[in-house]
């Protein structure tokens, strides 16, 4: 079952903060997320394993609530270096318990920082 | 550069033909994944190798076959191509087992089926 990513675009001004929030039906184990430039490949930004973890990335974080099956990924100050579609991967319960390892993508959330 | 290396970069095939894409991995990089990314379908994991053995399959057809070697690179088999094959491919390397720890992706090789 594929997350579901919101919003699908945004357009930030330099300095701007923005939300980009993941959700699953089903329970997660991890959440994964993924910044993608146009025409490049997909570059790990961070892992979340555990419920109510948060992480940091520079400026960027990310948040995953365990109970409500979603993750939010935080941009701070935004630069123009932030643009690209951002990707979230899911983990789902089911085949980690299993110990194998399933990652479903959502569509994608386009993020352009504007001067 | 992630350290990350696949060929060819593009290919351009014919339906029904056969393709071999291949991965090399980070130095010291024991798992290799396969990913798909078309329009249609968006991101979409493969098969996971890690030292040799298949670890996991996701959305991965049955005309499609891996496999990892002794050195650990990867190739991906792709055969009786369609139309809708047409996608980049890329390939992800990271030490771990489990895919829960950074995967450095490969430039990906981009597959254009005529």
């Given at each position: 079952q594929q997350p579901v990513q919101s919003p699908q675009a945004v357009i930030l001004r330099e300095g701007e903060d923005a939300v980009i929030n993941c959700?699953?039906?089903?329970?997660?184990?991890?959440?994964?997320?993924?910044?993608?430039k146009h025409g490049e490949a997909p570059v790990f930004l961070m892992i979340l394993l555990k419920g109510g973890e948060q992480k940091g990335h520079e400026k960027?974080?990310?948040?995953?609530?365990?109970?409500?099956?979603q993750s939010s990924l935080?941009?701070?100050?935004?630069?123009l270096s932030y643009s690209g579609t951002y990707f979230c991967g899911t983990e789902s319960r089911e085949y980690s318990g299993?110990?194998?390892?399933?990652?479903t993508f959502g569509k994608g959330t386009k993020l352009s920082v504007i001067p | 550069d992630s350290g990350v290396t696949q060929t060819p970069k593009h290919l351009i095939t014919a339906t029904g033909?056969?393709?071999?894409?291949r991965?090399?991995?980070?130095s010291g990089?024991?798992?290799?994944?396969?990913?798909?990314?078309?329009?249609?379908?968006?991101?979409?994991?493969?098969?996971?190798?890690?030292?040799?053995?298949e670890r996991a399959k996701g959305n991965i057809l049955e005309r499609f076959s891996a496999q990892q070697f002794p050195d650990l690179h990867s190739e991906l088999n792709l055969s009786s191509l369609e139309l809708g094959d047409s996608?980049?491919?890329?390939?992800?390397?990271?030490?771990?087992?489990?895919?829960?720890?950074t995967q450095y992706f490969g430039p990906g090789t981009r597959l254009l089926v005529l």
């Open positions: 959700s699953s039906s089903k329970a997660l184990y991890s959440v994964h997320w993924y910044r993608q960027i974080s990310a948040s995953f609530n365990e109970k409500k099956q935080y941009l701070t100050a935004s630069q299993a110990g194998s390892y399933q990652l | 033909q056969r393709v071999t894409l991965c090399s991995p980070r990089d024991l798992s290799v994944y396969w990913y798909q990314q078309s329009l249609d379908q968006g991101l979409q994991f493969l098969i996971q190798y890690y030292n040799g053995e996608a980049l491919y890329f390939c992800a390397s990271s030490v771990a087992l489990r895919g829960q720890e």
